[in-house]
């Protein structure tokens, strides 16, 4: 059986979902597949950056972590998507990203991928479950399979027992408002989860 491959995609800009995509790393490390962490290319102007110290910080942080391509997507077994809430929707950044993966569609390539997403928003009703569902949508359409944590495991329900995936809440600080230590163990168990549905997909015929 070949070492199962896992891409965290993430696009965070004040650091919360940079900070899932890492712990989403650890955990599909722990679970034993290869991994690549890749963020979504900024297409926010310099103003728009500058205009919140946060988001300038943490963009200037991680320039060294490679941008995402659709090649990524290609090369993975499974992939964790981390984006945050915008207006209960996803973010034009990854939606951008999102539609240059067009030709591989054409080609079937991101059918039977396992798939599974994490978010934030500013609010415990900000619209997370809104923007999972509306990510999980383009991912029906590429034939992925779509491993949502339902409530599978006790620890969903002490970070808030989002079942379509880990959401926290966090505030204007950049402090996630849930406890994070539960947030982790939820993200370990959803992370781990998807790369065991991608296992099982290897047999798939
Ligand atoms: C344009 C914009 C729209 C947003 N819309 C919402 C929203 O609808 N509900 C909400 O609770 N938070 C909203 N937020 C707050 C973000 O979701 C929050 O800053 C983000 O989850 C933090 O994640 P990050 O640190 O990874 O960037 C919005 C933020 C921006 C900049």
Known sequence: ????????VYYSSTGTNHQLAEWAAAAAEEAGSEVKVLKVKETAPAA??????????????TQDIAEVTPEDLEWA????????????????????????????W???????????????AQNEHG??????LSLYTTMYHWGAIVVAPGYTDPVLFEAGGNPYGTS????QDGEMKTDRKAIQAAVNYQVKRTVS??????HLE
């Open 168 to 171: 926290v809440a966090v505030g």
């Open 197 to 202: 549905v991608a296992k099982a997909l290897q």
């Open 77 to 104: 077994d499974a992939i964790i998507f981390s984006v945050p809430t915008r207006f209960g929707n996803v973010p034009g950044q990854v939606q951008s990203f999102i539609d240059t993966v067009g030709g591989l």
């Open 1 to 8: 059986m070949e070492m199962i491959k896992t891409a965290i």
């Open 127 to 132: 619209g997370q479950e809104a923007t999972l």
């Open 106 to 120: 054409a080609q079937g390539k991101l059918a039977n991928k396992a798939v599974s997403a994490m978010t934030s």
């Open 48 to 61: 728009a950056i500058d205009s919140n110290a946060l988001w300038r910080k943490h963009h200037d942080a």
